[in-house]
């Protein structure tokens, strides 16, 4: 049988936008003003790396209702202090019901703090990143929410990369929701407004 599901959704602004969002306010502005932008700040890719972790087996939209109280509990994501979290760390943001409390991916963002650390120094973790797309977004042109990928090979081979780095909650399917997000690939869907707009981003990153 059909997904019978719209590919794209008319919002009564007269703009057709990706269906994922749905009619949620926030949901609808995190789809307009930032997934698919090309992002080259390692610090914010860094964030939203780990904030994908902990999405693992939930919604996006949970995470990003949390994200402002991740961004408290984890120090504004700052890898160094991070990386230096141990267990009263761990007690704390157990006890913290404005995140996710799952102590795995708690402990998890502490190493991969470490392991942005080890590659910032070595070569820049922007540089690490965007190198799997040739520095350049990648521009899919998809027309259907069925041609979307879960993972690619591109996604594959990154995850391996990041897990070899230190990485923990980064399989490419994680990696490759991570991608779509920040721009290294733009798969808004043809007919989405912003399809052409992180388009003509995209020229300029």
């Known amino acids: 049988m059909s997904d019978a599901r719209p590919d794209l959704i008319h919002h009564p602004d007269g703009k057709a936008r990706c269906f994922w969002p749905g009619t949620d306010p926030l949901y609808v502005h995190y789809h307009d003003t930032d997934w698919g932008v090309p992002e080259r700040d390692g610090r914010a890719l860094f964030e939203k790396l780990i904030l994908d972790g ?20 984890f ?17 704390r943001l157990m006890a913290d019901a404005g995140i996710v409390r799952n102590r795995a991916k ?13 590659i910032e120094e ?5 540089d690490f ?3 799997f ?12 929410r069925h041609q979307i990928p879960a993972e690619t090979e591109t996604s594959r081979r990154m995850s391996k990369a990041l897990r070899q780095a230190g990485f923990n ?5 994680i990696v490759y929701a991570f991608m779509q997000a920040t721009g290294l690939v733009n798969d808004h ?17």
């Not at 120090?75 to 007690?91: K, L």
């Not at 708690?106 to 080890?118: M, P, T």
């Open 169 to 173: 909650f980064v399989g490419p399917t």
């Open 54 to 73: 902990f999405q693992a087996g939930l919604s996006w939209i949970t995470i990003l209702r949390k994200r402002e109280n991740f961004r408290q509990a």
């Open 75 to 91: 120090a504004g994501f700052d890898p160094e202090a991070m990386a230096r979290f141990g267990e009263p760390d761990v007690a």
């Open 129 to 131: 990143l965007w190198d």
């Open 106 to 118: 708690i402990v998890a963002a502490s190493a991969s703090a470490r392991a942005y650390l080890a």
């Open 189 to 205: 869907l043809v007919g989405c407004f912003r399809h052409a707009e992180c388009a003509a981003l995209a020229e300029g990153a």
């Open 133 to 144: 797309v040739d520095g350049r977004p990648v521009q899919t042109n998809l027309r259907h």
């Open 122 to 126: 070595k070569r820049g973790f922007s």
